[in-house]
């Protein structure tokens, strides 16, 4: 009988620790810390635009 090839202690902490985070995300106790709110104003003279066919 082949025996399975064992799994990576290193691996399996990295995997518990990214779910863990995951969850405690979705449950809002990370509320704000994954999130960035990006706040801008474009004015028309910054807005590139083709110029017309000649």
């Known amino acids: 009988m082949k025996r399975s090839r064992p799994i990576s202690v290193a691996i399996l902490g990295l995997t518990a620790i990214a779910a863990s985070a995951v969850l405690l995300e979705h449950a809002g106790t990370f509320a704000g810390a994954f999130r960035t709110e990006i706040l801008a104003r474009v004015d028309d003279a910054d807005?590139?635009?083709?110029?017309?066919?000649?």
């Open 47 to 54: 807005v590139a635009r083709p110029r017309p066919w000649p």
